[in-house]
């Protein structure tokens, strides 16, 4: 993937990749597989006919994702002179460290485009 330059650029690098999902599976098509999943009241079975009807398009996606996150993220690295950053600065974070920032309700909350939120 080529890589690009700027936080612009990996702004609308994620935005393709949200386009792109949306090409290969439809939220429409997950959405109505999942009302028919209710209305046969197979709610518990759920996750596994989610998957047997859109396995293919979910590998993919996430494999785009992975791949577009990976370039946003070497460029930030390329930016901030990583590579230039002395091995003694470098550490190993443990992920019960990691998952103590990211699970918190206030870290990196969503919010909606356009609608006036501060966040944005």
């Known amino acids: ?31 109505d597989k999942y009302v028919e999943i209710l209305a046969a009241k197979k709610k518990h079975d759920a996750a596994d006919l989610l998957w047997k009807q859109f396995h293919t398009g979910r590998i993919k996606v996430l494999a785009d994702g992975s791949k577009t996150l990976a370039m946003i993220w070497d460029n930030v690295w390329a930016k901030g002179n990583g590579g230039k950053m002395p091995k003694s600065k470098l550490k190993i974070v443990s992920t019960t460290t990691l998952k103590n920032i990211y699970q918190r309700q206030d870290f990196l909350p969503s919010a909606v485009l356009g609608g006036g939120d501060n966040h944005l």
């Open 1 to 31: 993937m080529r890589l690009v330059k700027g936080e612009q650029a990996s702004g609308l690098a994620t935005i393709e990749l949200m386009k792109r999902t949306q090409r290969t599976i439809k939220p429409k098509a997950i959405v």
